[in-house]
């Protein structure tokens, strides 16, 4: 308990390759479904939820940027719709509930909003344009919510998955229904990211140097700091989790005691929201064959804890 209070107490105080991504669930492939559904845009109306398990996401922290359906109409038609709202939202839990605001009870996130005009293609991705993005924190499962009213432009087909749950309904009435149906029967979807990554990189042998890379495109200029540990915990930060064991060597990275070993372990994003960390692993063959594990947060006092990304943990091991 003391290394965790340590560890918070330090990082609110603190003022893969990394790159840009896409995921499709539950496959990326937009040309194919179990079934061409009309449901939800096919309506006038609707209200549709679905729960995306956090492993069709790769169980690791995303910004999501962008979210996109598969089109099986080979008219392509452009759907108007006067009030369109896409929400994101965490939930622990493994199915829907038929309550849909039980659904978005934790960091539910509005990322459009409004008139919305959508052109679409058919077998295509076709993006929705979100104006916000959701911090995914990697641990839970995704609900993503699309209601919308006062839809034109003709009838949208979309390819669905029998591995993705929904709760939805359709018609005049239902863009605000407290109540759904759920089934297996989610529509594919596409999302776009960012991803929030720790890259090392060098020789982890004694006397060696290993440089950790680190990237979070949306947290440009922000404040980060840098942990490792000899274990996975999780250290559990509300609905959020660090994959580190508050054990003696997270204590010594965090109040940085050793910083001839541990370098820039905490520091400032430059604007593309990249820095580098490194380890000069000292020369001792009783180093051989320890493994440990790393991972950094980006530090915003507005946020829960006054963290606001946590990467995924990456795992080295010292080598001959």
């Known amino acids: 308990m003391r290394f965790i209070l340590a560890f918070v ?4 105080l603190a003022a893969l390759a990394a790159s840009a991504g896409e995921i499709g669930v539950p496959d990326n492939n937009p040309t194919t479904g179990a079934n061409c559904n009309v449901g939800p ?20 922290s995303l910004l999501i940027n962008e979210l996109s359906f598969a089109s099986c109409s080979s008219l392509s038609p452009t759907l108007v ?23 978005l009870a934790r960091d539910a996130t509005v990322v459009l909003s409004g008139p919305v005009t959508w052109p679409t293609t058919f077998q295509k991705w076709n993006p929705m344009g979100l104006t916000g993005t959701f911090r995914y924190n990697g641990a839970d499962n995704l609900v993503v919510e699309v209601k919308f009213i ?24 239902t863009f605000n229904i407290p109540t759904a149906p759920t089934s297996m029967t989610a529509l594919k979807m596409q999302f776009k990211f960012d991803d929030i990554s ?27 700091h840098l942990g490792s540990s000899l274990g996975l915990g999780p250290i559990i930060l509300g609905s959020r989790r ?16 050793l910083p001839a070993v541990f370098v820039n372990y905490s520091g400032v994003l430059d604007t593309a929201g990249k820095a580098q960390a490194s380890i ?19 530090i915003d006092p507005k946020e829960p804890f006054g963290i606001r990304s946590i990467s995924g943990s990456e795992t080295l091991t010292i080598m001959k």
């Open 9 to 12: 107490a330090t990082l609110s």
């Open 41 to 60: 845009f096919g309506y006038a109306e609707a209200r549709h939820q679905a729960l995306v398990p956090a492993s069709m996401l790769g169980n690791r």
């Open 81 to 103: 719709f006067s009030t369109l709202v896409v929400t994101f939202a965490h939930t622990p839990q493994g199915k829907l509930s038929t309550v849909l605001a039980t659904n």
């Open 150 to 173: 006062g839809k034109t432009g003709g009838s949208l087909g979309c390819y669905r998955s029998n591995n993705i749950e929904r709760a939805y309904k359709t018609g005049a009435g």
């Open 198 to 224: 720790l890259t090392p990189s060098g020789s982890p042998r004694p006397g060696g140097k290993v440089f950790l890379d680190l990237m979070a495109p949306g947290d440009a200029n922000l404040p980060y």
């Open 242 to 257: 660090i994959n580190l064991t508050p054990d003696p060597l997270l204590s010594l990275t965090v109040e940085n005691l």
């Open 280 to 298: 000069l692993i000292p020369k001792s063959a009783a180093l051989i064959g320890v493994r440990f594990h790393s991972a950094f947060v980006t």
